[in-house]
């Protein structure tokens, strides 16, 4: 897959290498009881116009911690981002004013939240919240962004907008109010786009929807997106480029091709191997093979085992697994993992 980008006559051709959003050894993290939660540890990857990055891994991973700390949305205390730089269009993003970051937020960069119920307001009309960030953002009048806000509505294929934008956030379906939170997000032409999890508990014809109406901006306006999922089934229909976390840090990077092709991390040849192969199985007229299981689960951040994260769970775990954690390092061109055994991870070898 190839980013795209927007030409001067609507068509689409391929981006420049332009990198909109850069994020540097970022460190988030939060303060408990048992101590300092490094959430996000050392994390780096950028993205560029016109171009969809997934971000992918288990719950607990950081994932979404990442996308809050681009915003700057972590809340203090307990949280606080300890380190690094993110860097939108090469201005440092932590190094601005808040007042500075209003004017990014939700302008520049927005951000479509997990779950609607809790991002929307209940006591105020849909039409009033789309409107709202329209109106702070491009200086129009209430009628005027109310209008521009029904258009949105329309926009992301909400059935007679004008009326849904009276109702209130209870009176419309989780799908209708996903899409809500898209057309809010949306309604400023952003460059870039955080998409966190748009597409779970969410039913299959929904699901498409809404990654259509992503596609849509990214392909038209040259929207640089960001899409965490779980999901690597969206991961494959979506992505240019992925990021595998896992335990607060990245362990593999590579374009979407040669991440599916020859996965170079046990943890990501493990997501990959969760995937229900339904062609292959309609053509297998003998017992279907089982699922790849990744046996355990993340560990606590507050209780990281010693070396890689990853040796309590991975069958190719070594002495040296258990001891120091391995760097990330390009095993092949654009290709990144953190692991000792990346080269026969990349050769098949399977625990």
């Known amino acids: 897959m190839v980013p795209r980008d927007v030409a001067s006559d609507g068509g689409i051709v391929p981006a420049s290498s332009e990198i909109v959003l850069e994020i540097d050894r970022l460190q988030t993290e939060f303060r408990t009881p048992a101590g300092i939660i490094r959430a996000v540890d050392g994390v780096s990857c950028n993205v560029r116009r016109g171009e969809t990055l997934c971000v992918v891994g288990e719950s607990g991973c950081g994932k979404s911690v990442t996308a809050l700390s681009v915003l700057r949305l972590i809340p203090s205390p307990p949280g606080r981002i300890a380190g690094g730089q993110i860097r939108f269009e090469g201005s440092d993003l932590l190094a601005m004013s808040e007042v500075e970051m209003e004017r990014i937020r939700g302008n520049e960069i927005s951000m479509v939240f997990q779950e609607p119920m809790t991002s929307l307001n209940p006591l105020y009309t849909i039409g009033r919240q789309v409107g709202e960030a329209i109106a702070l953002h491009q200086g129009l009048s209430r009628r005027e962004a109310m209008d521009r806000a029904v258009a949105m509505l329309q926009r992301v294929a909400i059935p007679d907008a004008a009326s849904r934008a009276a109702c209130y956030p209870h009176q419309l379906s989780g799908g209708m109010r996903q899409r809500v939170l898209i057309a809010t997000a949306l309604s400023c032409h952003p460059k870039v786009l955080i998409a966190d999890e748009p597409t779970t508990a969410r039913d299959v014809t929904i699901q498409a929807q809404i990654l259509d109406l992503i596609r849509e901006q990214r392909e038209t306006l040259g929207t640089a997106?960001?899409?965490?999922?779980?999901?690597?089934?969206?991961?494959?229909?979506?992505?240019?480029?992925?990021?595998?976390?896992?335990?607060?840090?990245?362990?593999?990077?590579?374009?979407?091709?040669d991440l599916f092709d020859r996965p170079a991390h046990p943890y990501t040849r493990g997501l990959l191997g969760s995937i229900p192969d339904i062609e292959g199985a309609a053509r297998s007229p003998g017992r279907r093979p089982r699922l790849t299981e990744i046996k355990g689960m993340v560990p606590s951040l507050a209780r990281l085992p010693p070396g890689c994260s990853f040796a309590p769970r991975c069958g190719l775990a070594t002495a040296a697994c258990r001891e120091a954690a391995p760097p990330l390092l390009e095993h092949r061109p654009d290709h990144w993992a953190a692991c000792w055994h990346a080269e026969r991870v990349l050769e098949g070898v399977v625990a």
């Open 225 to 257: 997106v960001v899409l965490i999922t779980h999901d690597m089934g969206v991961v494959a229909e979506t992505a240019d480029r992925v990021v595998v976390m896992y335990a607060g840090r990245k362990v593999e990077e590579a374009n979407v091709a």
